[in-house]
Nanobody, 121 residues
Framework: QVQLVESGGGLGQAGGSLRLSCAAS????????MGWYRQVPGKQRELVAR???????NYADSVKGRFTISRDNAKKLVYLQMNSLKPEDTAVYFC???????????????WGQGTQVTVSS
């Protein structure tokens, strides 16, 4: 079993910054890609940023140049530094990890419970 726990959400101001963290725990043999997604009511969950175990990253066009994803492989942590926040960044942010667990064959995608980010204008 794998758990992903996010932290760091909350209320930010337009132009300000917030930092999200996500910790993976459980019977983990290997963590492959990790990422952040976000969702607003009535819309599909969308990719914000992803990072491979080797550190390669990709970002949604809407956050390029403002958000930075990083990870600590040893601690099984992934971060999302959000700068120059905009009201349209308001959403529930979800951590995602592709994980191989001990005793299982293929990798599976796991999700955190989500953390609310609200940006005021």
């Amino acid at each position: 079993q794998v758990q992903l726990v996010e932290s760091g959400g909350g209320l930010g101001q337009a132009g300000g910054s917030l930092r999200l963290s996500c910790a993976a725990s459980g019977s983990i043999f290997r963590v492959n890609d990790m990422g952040w997604y976000r969702q607003v009511p009535g819309k599909q969950r969308e990719l914000v940023a992803r990072i491979t175990s080797g550190g390669n990253t990709n970002y949604a066009d809407s956050v390029k140049g403002r958000f930075t994803i990083s990870r600590d492989n040893a601690k099984k942590l992934v971060y999302l530094q959000m700068n120059s926040l905009k009201p349209e960044d308001t959403a529930v942010y979800f951590c995602n990890a592709n994980v191989i667990t001990y005793g299982s064959g293929p990798a599976y995608n796991y999700w955190g419970q989500g953390t609310q980010v609200t940006v005021s204008s």
